[in-house]
């Protein structure tokens, strides 16, 4: 992913409780409005590929549609196995009311 921030959607399209997929470069990324804050993680879950997008979201939590591994949105971090390694989370910018991404935490 490049090292500057894209824009990849609008505030308004993502109300708390939502998320959205959106792709950057060959990125996929899911944004989780997390009671008005906007989180972004890699869309794959770590322990089998599944995507988290159709998986559920509450919280700050999503679960895989797979085997129900979840993760932190905020932190990536794994809540519940099967999935053992955490997901890559991205930092994001809320300029007025445009949503950006730029890289990875890492």
Not at 28 to 47: F, K, M, P, Q, W
Not at 53 to 61: C, M, V, W
Request: charged share 20%; glycine share 10%.
């Amino acid at each position: 992913m490049q090292q500057e921030f894209v824009k990849v959607a609008e505030v308004g399209e993502l109300t708390p409780g939502q998320m959205r997929l959106v792709s950057v470069s060959s990125q996929r990324i899911l944004l989780c409005n997390y009671g008005g804050d906007i989180y972004a993680v890699e869309n794959s879950c770590t322990h089998e590929q599944g995507r988290l997008d159709r998986g559920l979201f509450y919280e700050h939590e999503v679960v895989c549609p797979l085997h129900a591994a979840s993760f932190d949105v905020r932190t990536g971090e794994v809540i519940t196995p099967p999935a053992m390694a955490g997901l890559t989370v991205y930092q994001v910018k809320v300029e007025g009311d445009t949503i950006l991404i730029g890289p990875s935490s890492e």
